[in-house]
């Protein structure tokens, strides 16, 4: 079975920052990005850029290279991811909202780390890094001395743009990087498919670090619009919505888990900078419909909503669906929809042959997308591999996950194919159990966990009432009405909040440590 993306010719250099440099010569007086207040025109990044682009090649660092950046969200780090593009090299998202024994670790899995851009907050946190770390603060005075004007680095669609860590399956931080044509292909996608232009002013409100930052952080850039920038190393709600609301913005890219968050203070409030917006990109973890379904049927709310699905070894995004569509009725989870321009979505089995039309699969990808591997050419450069199509190879990544193919030709993840556990002996997903207990009155939201404290895998359900506590055993038989008996928690716990990873995403990890520590010994907990 494959999804086959429209195709749609690119320039014939496919050249990130080649297009906000258009834009900086076309309009240089429009405001490109706004932090803390502070407001800097295209040309006038567009010249800080360059002076950083100069400064990297002056000490031999180009093509190839790998430039960290470990800097709070700030004009600075748009200079440095800019600067490092400009001059050929590939930058490296090191998020200084992680712990120390965190950013430690990876900074042990780059190969060949060039040089790492920080300030006088961060400086420290990568230290112990091999590489050299440049404080921008105190490089300005020598920045400002060096020509203005690009370095006229010659840059091609194949060259790495960027490389951000993912832990995948194993919690070990990997290194995959993405290449300019890709990353390009993806911007141009979302830019024609729904119409971003120079108004299309977009806020980050999620982590460094994360694949789906570095699209948020360079569309508005990419077509000419604004990038607001929060002043804030961690995700703070009120901030956000205060930016939403006081700023012209039109777009904003999340985690399906933060768009929750923004929901909830905009119905908390009775406020509309949500429903002004044009667009919501979100994805990266099985969706809640239920947390949107109120807040989206508002009378008013035009802001087009787009479920998408998408790893960071593809560039982030291989598939839209614009949430409109859903219907409860019909669609038993919601689909993912179609591929982006210039992408292919295939379903194969076991052994990467077709699956028939609406038959589970796992979900590969081919096309621009793809990106160009995981440095450091460990084994799980195998999930990059060929398969055959029409006579042809066609070099796919093998995602993990599961899905199929619904009647109306949209894309519908499953879960992951290695997050199945073996509950009394019949393998399961916990995302299964998620989804049917999000469907329960008095469940506002859940999160399931697997423990392994009983020698057994046995699975944890975290729930965030709607009202009152629901009573155990009420839970435990409106289950049983859906799902066989292994697949029902053993425990239930409730809790006020589900706690969030850097990334957006629920933190299950730091739920099940938090049930260890709190109910160690002791029995059932509700």
């Given at each position: ?28 007086d ?15 990044l ?17 093509r ?185 913005i039109?777009?904003v ?38 947390r949107l ?47 982006a ?23 590969c ?52 194919i290695?997050s ?12 299964d ?10 469940v ?28 155990e ?26 706690p ?27």
């Amino acid at each position: 079975m494959i999804l086959q993306g429209k195709r749609v010719a690119l320039p014939a250099v496919p050249v990130v920052h080649k297009r906000f440099e258009e834009h900086a010569a076309a309009a240089p007086d429009a405001v490109a990005v706004v932090w803390n207040d502070r407001r800097l025109t295209y040309a006038e990044l567009d010249a800080r850029a360059n002076r950083f682009a100069h400064h990297l090649v002056a000490r031999g660092i180009g093509r190839g290279a790998k430039v960290g950046v470990c800097l709070d969200y700030s004009i600075d780090l748009l200079v440095a991811v800019l600067g490092t593009l400009k001059a050929g090299a590939a930058y490296v998202p090191f998020d200084p909202a992680y712990p120390a024994a965190r950013l430690g670790l990876l900074l042990g899995q780059v190969p060949d780390l060039a040089l790492i851009a920080a300030s006088p907050a961060t400086a420290a946190m990568v230290a112990p890094a091999d590489a050299e770390v440049v404080d921008l603060e105190l490089l300005a005075d020598e920045l400002a001395e060096l020509p203005a004007t690009a370095p006229g680095v010659e840059v091609t669609g194949d060259d790495v743009c960027y490389a951000v860590f993912t832990s995948g399956s194993t919690g070990t931080p990997k290194l995959t990087a993405v290449r300019h044509e890709g990353w390009f292909n993806l911007m141009n996608w979302l830019t024609l498919e729904y119409g971003l232009h120079s108004g299309s002013h977009h806020l980050v409100v999620s982590a460094f670090g994360f694949d789906l930052s570095q699209r948020s952080l360079m569309t508005p850039l990419f077509c000419g619009a604004t990038q607001h920038l929060m002043a804030s190393r961690n995700f703070d709600a009120l901030l956000a919505y205060r930016i939403l609301d006081r700023h012209d913005i039109r777009v904003v890219h999340c985690a399906s888990s933060t768009l929750y968050l923004l929901v909830d203070w905009e119905t908390a409030r009775g406020g509309d900078a949500l429903t002004r917006l044009d667009h919501i990109l979100f994805g990266g973890e099985a969706l809640k419909v239920e947390r949107l379904a109120a807040w989206a049927a508002r009378e008013g709310n035009d802001c087009v909503l787009l479920h998408q699905y998408g790893v960071a070894e593809c560039t982030d995004v291989a598939t839209s669906y614009d949430l409109a569509g859903y219907r409860p009725g019909v669609h038993a989870i919601p689909p993912v929809g179609t591929p982006a321009h210039n992408t292919d979505i295939h379903l194969l089995d076991g052994d990467l042959r077709p699956v028939g039309p609406g038959e589970e699969g796992e979900i590969c990808v081919s096309g621009l997308g793809v990106g160009a591997g995981y440095l450091g050419n460990g084994p799980e450069n195998a999930r990059f591999t060929h398969i055959e199509v029409d006579g042809e190879p066609r070099r796919i990544y093998r995602t993990g996950d599961r899905g199929r193919v619904d009647a109306a030709g949209d894309l519908v993840v499953l879960g992951r194919i290695d997050s199945q556990v073996k509950v009394r002996g019949m393998r399961i997903d916990p995302t299964d159990v998620e989804r049917a207990l999000a469907r329960l009155d008095g469940v506002r939201e859940a999160a399931v966990g697997v423990s392994y404290d009983t020698g057994d895998a046995e699975l944890i359900a975290f729930l965030v009432p709607a009202g009152a506590e629901p009573a155990e055993e009420e839970l435990r038989s409106a289950l049983l009405r859906d799902l066989p008996r292994n697949m029902v928690p053993a425990r239930f716990v409730n809790v006020p909040r589900l706690p969030l990873s850097p990334h957006g995403k629920v933190d299950r990890p730091a739920l099940l440590a938090a049930f260890r520590g709190r109910y160690a010994g002791s029995g059932a907990a509700t």
